[in-house]
Each structure stands twice: as C-alpha cells, then as structure tokens.
C-alpha cells in the first residue's frame, strides 16, 4: 500500500507533495505503463474539480489512449486535433480556460469545460506522450496548475521512456 501525505490547503503545497509523490512512486521502475497508471491514478486522488485525468502517447506518429482515470475516451487523436494535438504537435503546454472556445476541440466528455495538457519529451527533445487533465468547471487551471503539472511533465521524461 502506499500513503503518501500530500498536503491539499494550497496549490504550492499541492504540487510540492504531488511531485515528491510522483518521484518516489516511479523510482526505479522502468514500466511506462505501470508509471503511467500510478501518476494517473495520485493525479485523480489528489487534484480537486477534475472529470478525466491520464496520458496519450506517441505512436507512429499520432496519439493513442494511455492509462488514465474517468470515463472511456477517445483512442486515437492526430497531431492537427484537438488540444492534445496541439501540445504534443507545438511541444507546448496548452492551458485552455473553455475547450468550446478551441477550435477542433474534441469532446471526449460533453461535461469537459477548461483543460490542460503537458506534453514529455524524451532526453533528444521527441514528444513521447501527453499529460491531459479535464475539468468540468471553465479556468480551473492557473499558472501554478501549468508551473507544477510542466514539472511532472520533465520528472517523466525518464520514467517512462520505453
Ligand atoms: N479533449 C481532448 C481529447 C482527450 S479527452 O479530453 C480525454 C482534446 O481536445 O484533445
């Protein structure tokens, strides 16, 4: 069993508890999946006001379904599609305080309202997977969400390169 004390009062605190989690969950395991499903699963614990939260990886060039929390979602994304596209097509994190207002957005969950997606590149620079976080509520992400989930994003980039 794991236990890990992640203090919840603030966002600081929050994603200081969440990254050392994060770290010590994926120490020494070389499983990208099974890393995957544990930071997915710490995610969905604890962040607040979220309805989906998990990963998308690379493959031939597109993105497929990784492990994740929340409803059944979408299998394949293309690199020109919706906010996971984006991140993982420009390297960039996207913040999205209301997904209705993205173009080409797409509606995995109708519920869906902001979302934030990191992408993780490897060590040459080439985008591995996605981290994808939805919430139900517009601007639930902050540049404190971007700042800690960005540092998530890095610490993965060695644990879960297959
Ligand atoms: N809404 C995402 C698709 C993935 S789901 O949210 C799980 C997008 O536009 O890329």
């Known amino acids: 069993m794991f236990d890990y004390k992640i203090d919840t009062t603030d966002k600081a ?9 994060c770290e010590a969950i994926t120490m020494g395991e070389d499983d990208a999946i099974a890393n995957m499903a544990n930071i997915a699963a710490l995610l969905w614990q604890y962040m607040p006001d979220l309805n989906w939260a998990g990963f998308y990886r690379m493959k031939n060039d597109a993105l497929i ?7 059944a979602a979408c299998i394949h994304i293309p690199l020109n599609k919706g906010v996971c596209g984006k991140a993982a097509s ?8 209301n997904v209705h207002e993205f173009e080409g957005h797409i ?3 109708a519920q869906s309202v902001s979302e934030l997606v990191a992408p993780i590149s490897d060590s040459q620079g080439n985008i591995i997977a996605v ?5 139900p509520s517009a601007n639930r ?8 989930i960005a540092q998530i994003a890095k610490l993965l980039r060695h644990r879960i390169n297959t």
Do not use: H, M, W
């Open 107 to 109: 509606a995995c969950d």
């Open 131 to 135: 981290i994808d976080l939805d919430s």
């Open 65 to 71: 379904l990784g492990p994740f929390q929340g409803k």
């Open 141 to 148: 992400f902050d540049t404190q969400d971007v700042e800690g």
């Open 13 to 21: 605190a929050l994603y200081r508890d969440l990254y050392a989690a």
């Open 90 to 97: 420009s390297g960039e994190i996207q913040c999205i305080n």
